[in-house]
């Protein structure tokens, strides 16, 4: 087995007190797999708002802004070779990261957006609503989605960032296409297996689909350890397709184990050997094949 790859992200999204969401679970996951984090926080909660009453505390806008100039002047800055972003508290935010990442583009030319468009929530036909402003949600599609290299919305957020439908797998892969990110990866969409829920890996001429069974009762977060996986993986080098493969495979096991032991969050802590290791089994569908495969995912089987 070779020695595993490293890079340096940089972190854009919430923190809370209590709890595994939004930079809790992305940073936890990337720093897990050995890469180092540089982090932004958009917003601080005690806890996830579903469990009740939770305070926000946001960054002034300004000084928002200047603190992400200070990151972008710095000589340290060359060594960032990753952004993700997650959750924004403010619209203002969205311009001064999308400068940012202009202005680390201009050093580090091969610089990877990975947007998290955290958003809103919905159904399997992907209707919901969204959970900020729609002013923040349109300077997101607007500003933002054009420099990112990969998307990750969930299933109502694909449908409302392109206005179109997204009930079925064709219309969510059809969905897809029509974002500015040349590489879509959309969850919580429609799966072939009953009782399922499906991944759609999309690029222009290409699209896979990855199910694996349904975990009833997930706890929050799952979307930002997702994301800080695939920026993990991606950073080790790995192919898009084996990439998200590792992360769903360690979400869905983490996911899982969190549920059994009955927990109201993520057991990213207790359960940890499973970003490394993930043994679940999950099914991968290259759309047009006749056939899905199923795999094991296991690091052995990839590195």
């Known amino acids: 087995m070779g020695e595993r790859r490293a890079s340096t992200v940089l972190v854009v999204s919430s923190e809370v007190g209590r709890g595994a969401i939004g930079a809790r679970a992305s940073v936890f996951a990337l720093e897990r797999l050995g890469h180092a984090v540089w982090l932004v926080p958009t917003v601080w909660l005690p806890w996830h708002p579903g469990h009740g009453v939770a305070s926000r505390l946001v960054p002034d806008a300004a000084g928002f802004a200047r603190a992400?100039?200070?990151?972008?002047?710095?000589?340290?800055?060359?060594?960032?070779?990753?952004?993700?972003?997650?959750?924004?508290?403010?619209?203002?935010?969205?311009?001064?990261?999308?400068?940012l990442v202009e202005r680390l583009r201009a050093g580090t030319p091969g610089l990877r957006l990975i947007v998290d468009p955290v958003l809103g929530d919905g159904d399997a036909m992907g209707r919901g609503r969204l959970y900020v402003a729609e002013p923040l949600a349109v300077a997101l599609r607007d500003r933002l989605l054009p420099l990112a290299d990969i998307a990750t919305p969930n299933l109502f957020e694909l449908g409302w960032l392109t206005?179109?439908?997204?009930?079925?797998?064709?219309?969510?892969?059809?969905?897809?296409?029509?974002?500015?990110?040349?590489?879509?990866?959309?969850?919580?969409?429609?799966?072939?297996?009953?009782?399922?829920?499906?991944?759609?890996?999309?690029?222009?001429?290409?699209?896979?689909?990855?199910?694996?069974?349904?975990?009833?009762?997930?706890?929050?977060?799952?979307?930002?350890?997702?994301?800080?996986?695939?920026?993990?993986r991606l950073g080790e080098g790995l192919s898009t397709e084996t990439a998200v493969g590792r992360a769903l495979t360690s979400v869905f096991e983490l996911v899982a184990r969190s549920v059994r032991a009955g927990g109201d969050e993520l057991a990213i802590a207790a359960e940890q050997d499973v970003l490394l290791h993930p043994l679940a089994q999950i099914s991968v569908r290259r759309i047009g094949e006749a056939r899905a495969r199923r795999a094991v995912v296991r690091p052995t089987a990839l590195e």
């Open 163 to 232: 206005g179109r439908p997204v009930g079925t797998t064709a219309e969510a892969i059809a969905a897809a296409r029509t974002l500015p990110a040349p590489i879509v990866v959309a969850t919580s969409a429609p799966a072939m297996m009953t009782r399922s829920i499906g991944t759609l890996l999309v690029t222009a001429d290409a699209a896979a689909q990855f199910e694996h069974p349904l975990v009833e009762g997930a706890p929050h977060g799952t979307g930002d350890l997702f994301a800080g996986l695939l920026a993990a």
């Open 68 to 99: 992400l100039a200070e990151i972008a002047e710095s000589p340290k800055a060359v060594e960032i070779d990753t952004v993700l972003t997650g959750y924004f508290a403010d619209l203002e935010q969205i311009e001064a990261v999308a400068r």
